[in-house]
């Protein structure tokens, strides 16, 4: 009795494929994630983003320092 409900319930357990796409999606999302991680890391992309800013921030400051020059005729 015991061993045959037991037998049942791996049966139906084993047929249900509920939660299958969820797992599914998570497996493709790790997959995507570590393609994203190695493009940024090894494709060189990381450095450009990083350059662009470092160049941003350059352009800022220097615009910062031309505007907080004063000289106008107030002074």
Avoid: C, P
């Amino acid at each position: 009795m015991m061993l045959s409900m037991f037998s049942d319930f791996l049966k139906s357990f084993a047929r249900d494929e509920r939660g299958v796409t969820a797992i599914e999606y998570a497996i493709i999302g790790v997959a995507i994630s570590a393609i994203v991680l190695a493009v940024i890391t090894e494709g060189g992309l990381g450095q450009a983003l990083s350059d662009a800013m470092d160049t941003i921030d350059s352009n800022i400051g220097s615009a910062n320092d031309f505007s907080a020059g004063g000289g106008g005729a107030g002074e």
